[in-house]
């Protein structure tokens, strides 16, 4: 195991235990849009603490973490937070949502099938220090569109969306968080679209048997056994699709229109596409892929079994340039229970590492 990192300009928590890889330097820094992007998003609390910056700098010598430019901590109204939808070239659509009114950008991914509503408590927390958040709902999830045509993966296709949503709001290069299913979505955002993120978080990543057990029927296999029982008109009684149909009532005859054997045949093909990575100890996603990954990446656990703190530690050691926040150690030890309170707390534990990182990291390259 890697030593204890112990440089200060990119420490983004004092109370998390962070373990460090060796970062290599950046190939290409483009440079001219993220001072855009910085001055945009900074350039007054980069005023502000022109005064302190020496006093800021000597922790240096005594290697404390530092944060230069302080975020605003103070709620601000997020006037922006009005659904919008995007049209993508293939016709479907995105429904999704711009938190916050300035400031460097930050896509945030949500895990499983669920709405953008899942982390928008998050996203909130990240907006009131002074980013803009995407968040949106993928297709097949929330208020966007059915898609059931693609042949490809549905994480693939997902990451593609993204990657259009991404550049029709100018807002590459972001820094890309995603949880649980959306960390596997921000990988492969950024294998299949290098360029499009200047930094990647995995917050709780899958892996082990438990959580291909359970992922296998949660995704796929509840939705081919009430298709093979009684066609589309059980599968829109089933709590996520019920939930679509709620969403956009159109659904429920796009849903019953849909073949049964053309729906059975697209949701197994995904589903082999899950399973053919069952066995990785980062679940659907090879050893090979985790070490192409080129940016910085920030690994944060998530402390339960479907989201073992191993496939954390593993994806540490196979991406080179990574960093590790154990943020809660002593839950390592009762990975059964998520309580609410631990996953409101965990929000902002994680939303104060994410803008810490963020702001070394545009503090470094401004600087380089």
């Not at 299949?192 to 296998?216: C, E, K, Y």
Request: hydrophobic residues 40%.
């Amino acid at each position: 195991m890697r030593g204890i990192g112990s440089d200060p300009m990119l420490n983004a928590a004092p109370n998390a235990a962070m373990l460090n890889n060796n970062p290599h330097q950046s190939k290409v820094h483009q440079l001219c849009s993220e001072i855009n992007i910085f001055l945009a998003g900074v350039r007054r609390t980069f005023l502000r603490s022109l005064s302190t910056r020496n006093k800021q700098f000597s922790n240096l010598e005594s290697n404390k973490p530092i944060t230069i430019f302080p975020g605003d901590h103070r709620q601000k109204q997020f006037i922006n937070e009005d659904d919008r939808r995007f049209r993508l070239p293939d016709g479907g659509e995105i429904n999704y949502q711009i938190i916050g009114q300035e400031g460097p950008w930050v896509s945030v991914i949500q895990g499983g099938r669920h709405s953008l509503t899942e982390l928008k408590g998050f996203s909130q927390k990240i907006a009131s220090r002074g980013y803009r958040v995407v968040v949106h709902d993928r297709r097949n999830c929330g208020q966007s569109s059915l898609e059931f045509n693609n042949l490809d993966p549905e994480d693939n296709f997902w990451a593609d969306d993204l990657y259009a949503l991404l550049v029709h709001l100018n807002a590459k290069p972001a820094f890309v968080v995603g949880r649980s299913r959306g960390t596997r979505i921000a990988i492969r955002l950024i294998l299949r679209h290098p360029g499009i993120a200047n930094s990647i978080m995995l917050w709780g990543i899958s892996g082990g048997p438990t959580a291909v057990r359970f992922l296998d029927d949660y995704y796929y296999g509840q939705y081919l056994r009430a298709c093979r029982t009684g066609g589309m008109a059980v599968v829109c009684a089933l709590e996520h699709f019920a939930g679509l149909i709620a969403a956009r009532p159109e659904n429920k005859e796009a849903l019953l229109a849909l073949d049964p054997v053309h729906f059975l045949s697209t949701m197994t093909r995904w589903r082999n596409a899950l399973l053919v990575g069952k066995e990785l100890p980062v679940m659907g996603l090879s050893d090979d892929e985790l070490q192409r990954i080129d940016i910085p990446t920030s690994i944060v656990p998530y402390y339960d079994k479907m989201h073992p703190y191993t496939s954390s530690v593993y994806a540490h050691k196979m991406i080179p340039d990574s960093r590790f926040f154990d943020f809660d150690p002593l839950r390592r030890e009762n990975a059964n229970v998520m309580t609410a309170a631990d996953a409101e707390g965990d929000e902002e534990a994680v939303a104060t590492i994410l803008c810490d990182i963020y702001k070394n990291l545009l503090i470094a390259r401004f600087l380089s």
